[in-house]
């Protein structure tokens, strides 16, 4: 298996889709150039709103969806495979898809993940966010072949359910990959943590892109994408500004982490204590 450079992009994605395609374009091309062959944008990579009319007027479909058609032809001109984290896809009339895009070096769709799991939360300070009014959730969990390994796909707040990393893991995927656009409060509590917990635990490579800094739509993001390999040790970390980091990934210190710690392949099942009696509740 041979070692290969991944790039994580991070963005400040506003309102104008145009705009932030041009921002994403600018980031692959400078990742290129310093030898990537695969590139992570963030989650909400054309668009970042809570706005619902704005978003359903700013979008469009899998087929007629003009950033996608440059992303493809992108990565054809480059010769490198390009990861869109995120973006939003229309599915019907009212229906919104937050999808994630694998594109091979020849402009081919190799694989699309929908973001399972909504963020619907109030936060301290008045911030509040109710992405299942706006999008239409994923049901399955999603691996691609790639030329150097398995890749797993997520999205964002996916990060918080560490049974989906579990499952892509056991189905081979010996990279992560997680795209997002955590929230300033929430990234500087938990972002670090968890990133490096669902490496660690899974004994996978994670190249999590970020959006970071103050957006159009008065929401602030956290950015430090961040490239970990399976023993946890941070290989490369942005700040909160746009940019991108790159790093070489080996899939073979994958295996090597699953070999000295092996938790991936010795997991096992237990019994709910809610429903059997053969669980034993201690009293207080």
Known sequence: MAVFRAAAIQMRSDLSVEANTDAAERGIRAAAAAGAEYALTPEMTTLLTLDRERLLASISTETT????????????????????????????????ANRSYVIAPDGAILARYDKIH??????????????????????????????????????????????????LAAAGAQALAIPAAFTRTTGEAHWHVLVRARAIETGSFVIAAAQGGHHEDDRHTFGHSMIVDPWGTVLAEGDSDPGFIVADIDPSASDAARQRIPAVTTDQEFTDPETSPAVRFEPA
Do not use: N
């Open 65 to 96: 969806d003009p950033s996608l058609a440059r992303f493809r032809t992108l990565a054809a001109e480059l010769g490198i495979h390009v990861h869109i984290g995120s973006m939003p896809i229309k599915l019907g009339e009212q229906s919104v």
């Open 118 to 167: 909504m963020f619907d939360v109030d936060l301290p300070g008045g911030e509040s966010y109710r992405e299942s009014r706006l999008y239409r959730s994923g049901d399955r969990a999603v691996v691609v072949d790639l030329p150097w390994l398995r890749l797993g796909l997520s999205i964002c707040y996916d990060l918080r359910f560490p049974t989906l990393y579990r499952t």
